[in-house]
């Protein structure tokens, strides 16, 4: 069998080299690193964050659906079903990042809770992040904060809250601030608790996934700039992927 021509050789390198330094290119900007990170990715509520420690998610009632490598909660109110595990408490500065997309119908009745902090609505500093008669809102005994409506039916959205000065915060959707200050301490991270508002009597029905909390400052419109979160791949189109580069190397060589 003749050897491969040098410059075919060689533009089968040259393809492979330009390949990785695109992926290299569009990879999203390092930022800072979390406290706590959940990808959903393999079915798994686990931490992902690596820095310790590790603030698992645990189930209750069952907790939401996390085939899809994402939680997909039923807001079942008769079955209730969310993610929980006790969080570091209060610090001055925190930033919560987190897509969402509601499912079934947008306006869903009141206090469906996406994200709270607290296990009460009467313990100090407690808030949620919640569904509220089809729009989303931020929730604490200071006020309520209107987030705005979901973009559409099964569209992700990405909302941004953050606490800074060590009394003051402000949220924004899809890179814009809708709430420049919330005039009053949103409080700590005391739980983090997925898909149920503070009294676990209201359950949202919607997905939700790539949320990350940090103990600083971030820039949402950086945060927003990474992507909405992406199907989990199959380890099979991998593989598949892999084969036909292997296979499309040899048809080089063989010509």
């Not at 807001?75 to 499912?103: C, D, H, K, N």
């Not at 029905?205 to 989990?232: I, T």
Request: aromatic content about 10%; proline content about 7%.
């Amino acid at each position: 069998m003749p050897s491969t021509p040098p410059a075919v050789e060689y533009k089968v390198r040259a393809a492979a080299i330009a390949t990785v330094l695109l992926c290299l290119l569009l990879a999203p900007a390092a930022t800072a690193i979390p406290i706590a990170a959940w990808d959903f990715d393999g079915g798994s509520a686990n931490d992902v964050s690596g820095t310790p420690p590790a603030y698992d998610l645990g189930a209750v009632g069952g907790g939401p659906d996390l085939s899809g490598g994402f939680a997909r909660f039923d807001g079942a109110e008769g079955s209730p079903s969310y993610l929980e595990v006790v969080g570091p408490g209060g610090m001055p500065t925190w930033t919560l990042s987190l897509w969402v997309r509601s499912q079934g119908q947008l306006d869903q009745g009141t206090y469906q809770g996406i994200f709270s902090n607290n296990t009460s609505a009467t313990a100090n500093y407690s808030w949620q992040l919640e569904s509220y008669n089809g729009v989303y809102q931020w929730r604490n005994a200071a006020g309520v904060f209107v987030v705005g409506a979901p973009s559409a039916l099964g569209t992700w959205d990405h909302i941004v809250l953050r606490k800074f000065g060590g009394n003051d915060g402000d949220i924004w959707v899809n890179g814009v601030q809708v709430v420049a200050s919330l005039g009053a301490n949103p409080g700590g991270l005391q739980n983090f608790r997925i898909g149920t508002n503070r009294n676990s009597n209201n359950f949202w029905q919607g997905d939700v996934d790539e949320v990350v909390v940090y103990d600083s400052q971030e820039d949402p419109v950086a945060l927003f700039n990474q992507g909405a979160p992406l199907p989990e791949p199959s380890p099979f189109a991998f593989i598949g992927a892999i084969v036909a580069a292997l296979a499309a190397v040899q048809l080089r060589r063989l010509r």
